[in-house]
């Protein structure tokens, strides 16, 4: 008997992933379906699909015809548009001001510095006008308010709340309010306007205290940790159910990265967390890689320093525990998005949304597909007043277009990397940063092995809420059908995990 797919490789069609006890969890890259098989199937399979036993093979041919092993993902991104998968999402630029000295802020360099200015007030009916124009069948829309300090330009963000509703009565569109903020003031006005437009609060917090105070003290070297905590509190008391969020930059590893989401966590205050590491452009040549994952041709930079890989290693490891307790903590997004697009077999339409569905206005009016662009003149694709003007043609390609990406076993959850990553990296927009694939890979590593050991209760989490927060830059996802026979099979040798399970 022949096995169906002969052709297949490991690392670009299927995955195997050791889990603990001899277990092994089989991915189907082209599906996102798991299983669990044994150790002995799994060696046949590193070895290729026809060294599969009799059993084993016929067991694999019904999966095929079940739709089990159907190539879903490539014909889904072949069918979809480039802008499907993501809400509009507009990310205002509304001042350069701040009060804080961060480390690693990218908001320092380039053409960020020469814009030096806020948001004028009479961008708001353009902005409106961009909305009516671009927006989605989906009909909602996020506002991001960003800056430097957005607080600090708070009349911009009331005068936009009140226009919003009037816009949201008259069009039928739903508007999504979320902040980036330091958190380090927070007066009564703001305080009320959050709670009463329940805005999803993304609070840039390093972590535990010390971490916290040495990335993002004050430009007068002022310590912020416990003024933004009491001032969380202060909203929390005022709208138990309004979303908070963590926004935390890795910057080094003198705290370790899971003590400092543990100091955070106990706090008791954050729905969710969303962790990234700073960009630090090193020279790669002594970068070890990391298994299965791409090695840094010469030439490139890491953007990820190895000891920052190793310390994301170890928190996917932990993430469990942070479940374990009686808080209100939902969650990693970026872990979360992974863990939903896996068992719910969606696929990513790109990294992110930007370019897409995702654009930000910045100070002086002009359009740019991404926050971390602002201010170079190369990336600008339009103006408030004009609209777009530039069709962002290389922020829409597949994996399955992209040299670097069409053999990578995470193509169709990453899809493409983060273009300001590669543009540090490569140069190039669109060819992949290698740190920033061996972060990726071994957060999609971790998800997997956790949803293969802990099955029901991690499974069966909501994660509902996701498509509104900004995940992962609001990075765009197709669902799609789960085969109904494929639910109804019984194995013996390929023990389907999902939500099925
Ligand atoms: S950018 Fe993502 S999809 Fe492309 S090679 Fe890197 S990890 Fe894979
Ligand atoms: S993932 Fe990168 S390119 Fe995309 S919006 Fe975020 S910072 Fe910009």
């Known amino acids: 008997m022949s096995a169906r797919f002969e052709h297949w490789v490991e690392g670009e069609h299927y995955k195997l992933l050791s889990l603990p006890g001899r ?58 548009s480039p802008n499907d998968g993501a809400n509009l999402a507009i990310n205002l630029y509304l001042t350069t001001r701040c009060n804080l000295a961060c480390a690693y802020c990218f908001a320092r360099g380039r053409g960020h510095r020469v814009l030096d200015r806020d948001m004028d007030l009479d961008t708001i ?77 993304s609070v840039s917090v390093d972590g535990g205290r010390t971490s916290h105070n040495q990335n993002r003290p004050g430009k007068n070297g002022r310590a912020w940790f416990d003024k933004i905590i009491a001032n969380c509190r202060r909203l929390r008391e005022a709208s138990p159910d309004l979303l908070l969020v963590a926004r935390m930059t890795v910057n080094g590893t003198l705290v370790p990265l899971t003590a400092n989401v543990c100091e955070l966590w106990q706090h008791d205050i954050f729905d969710y967390f969303q962790i990234w590491p700073a960009i630090s452009v090193a020279s790669t040549e002594s970068s070890p890689a990391a298994e299965g994952a791409l090695a840094s041709p010469r030439g490139t930079k890491d953007t990820i320093p190895p000891d920052v890989q190793e310390e994301f290693s170890r928190l996917v490891k932990a993430y469990p525990f942070f479940f374990s307790r009686s808080k209100r903590f939902r969650g990693i997004l970026e872990y979360e998005r992974i863990a939903d697009m896996a068992l719910n077999g969606k696929v990513a339409n790109g990294y992110c949304s930007a370019g897409r569905n995702y654009f930000t206005f910045s100070p002086n009016g002009a359009i740019y597909p991404c926050h971390r662009f602002v201010g170079d003149t190369r990336f600008q694709v339009g103006d408030v007043r004009t609209g777009l003007t530039e069709e962002p043609i290389t922020w829409r390609q597949s994996p399955d277009q992209s040299p670097a990406c069409r053999g990578c076993w995470i193509r169709y959850i990453c899809n493409g990397g983060c273009k300001h990553h590669n543009l540090l990296s490569t140069g190039d927009i669109t060819v992949p940063d290698p740190s920033l694939c061996r972060l990726e890979m071994g957060r999609v590593m971790g998800i997997l092995s956790l949803i293969a050991e802990k099955g029901g209760d991690y499974q069966r989490h909501s994660r509902a809420p996701l498509d509104d927060l900004f995940v992962s830059c609001g990075r765009p996802i197709l669902p799609r059908e789960v085969a109904a026979r494929a639910l109804q099979l019984k194995t013996k040798w390929f023990t389907p995990l999902g939500p099925a399970d």
């Open 23 to 80: 277990r092994v969890a089989l991915f189907i890259v082209v599906n996102h379906s798991l299983f669990q098989i044994s150790a002995e199937t799994a060696a046949r399979l590193r070895a290729g699909v026809r060294h599969l036993n009799l059993e084993e093979c016929e067991e694999w041919n019904a999966l095929a015809d079940s739709g089990l092993l159907a190539d879903v993902n490539t014909h889904t991104l072949v069918e979809a």
């Open 125 to 201: 009916p353009f902005l409106f006008d961009f909305v009516r124009k671009n927006v989605t069948p989906s009909k909602a829309v996020r506002l991001e308010f960003f800056g430097g300090e957005p607080l600090l330009n708070l009349d911009f963000i009331r005068r936009v709340c009140d226009a919003g509703e009037v816009f949201s009565q008259e069009r039928g569109v739903r508007l999504i309010k979320r902040i980036s903020t330091n958190m380090t003031h927070l007066p009564e006005a703001a305080l009320r306007l959050l709670a009463r437009h329940k805005f999803i609060v």
